[in-house]
């Protein structure tokens, strides 16, 4: 009975963070938000595309996906990162960063089995 209380307890505990972004043609899609960091006073998003469906998730390419926070007419909006270096020091930090997540999830997870 205990495995079953956690196993309810990881499904509560993982609710994504799903939003509908709009790119520049005004093609909506919907994208998981796994993290945000702070870096030189300026925010930065990490998603990866989002799907309902588990199976279509796991066939897809999916790529991580970047972007920084900027304000519009006092309005903050999301935007495409244009610098290659600026983009791919960010991105590694968030692929370190989930990596080091992950890590630490499975460590815990297996724990847990032991």
Do not use: C, H
Request: net charge negative.
């Amino acid at each position: 009975m205990s495995d079953k209380n956690n196993n309810d307890e990881l499904e509560m505990d993982y609710s994504p963070d799903i939003l509908t972004l709009v790119d520049e043609e005004g093609v909506e899609q919907e994208f998981e938000l796994l993290d945000v960091i702070e870096v030189d006073d300026q925010r930065y998003f990490a998603f990866l595309p989002y799907y309902e469906d588990a199976q279509k998730a796991l066939e897809s390419d999916a790529e991580l996906v970047v972007l920084k926070s900027e304000m519009v007419d006092g309005e903050e909006m999301l935007a495409s990162i244009d610098d290659d270096d600026e983009y791919d020091r960010i991105g590694n930090m968030f692929l370190e960063k989930l990596a080091d997540m992950f890590e630490e999830d499975f460590e815990e997870f297996s724990g847990e089995l032991q």
